[in-house]
């Protein structure tokens, strides 16, 4: 970005300084791409990550239902039945 400030700041009147000013020009819109392009492969690497988590929690909130469902049936359970019912 630097050199396109100093490219804009040199005349342009010669066909070199025309030259030079297209090439800060060309220089700096591929400098913009490139870190346009790093911002978006950040970005889904992120989200990914993010995605990853997500999952991670709903598996964890899942399997504590599913725990609290099982103290609460062993906690509720008719001994005298469930023995008859072995027997």
């Given at each position: 970005?630097?050199?396109?400030?100093?490219?804009?700041?040199?005349?342009?009147?010669?066909?070199?300084?025309?030259?030079?000013?297209?090439?800060?020009?060309?220089?700096?819109?591929?400098?913009?791409?490139?870190?346009?392009?790093?911002?978006?492969?950040?970005?889904?690497?992120?989200?990914?990550?993010?995605?990853?988590?997500?999952?991670?929690?709903?598996?964890?909130?899942?399997?504590?239902?599913?725990?609290k469902e099982?103290?609460?049936?062993?906690?509720?359970?008719?001994?005298?039945?469930?023995?008859?019912?072995?027997?």
């Amino acid at each position: 970005m630097q050199n396109l400030a100093n490219a804009l700041q040199q005349s342009t009147a010669t066909s070199a300084g025309q030259a030079q000013l297209n090439n800060a020009i060309v220089s700096a819109i591929n400098g913009i791409d490139q870190a346009l392009d790093n911002s978006q492969t950040i970005q889904a690497s992120v989200g990914a990550r993010l995605k990853t988590i997500t999952t991670a929690q709903a598996v964890g909130t899942s399997q504590q239902t599913q725990l609290k469902e099982s103290i609460s049936n062993l906690q509720s359970l008719d001994y005298a039945t469930a023995i008859t019912t072995l027997a």
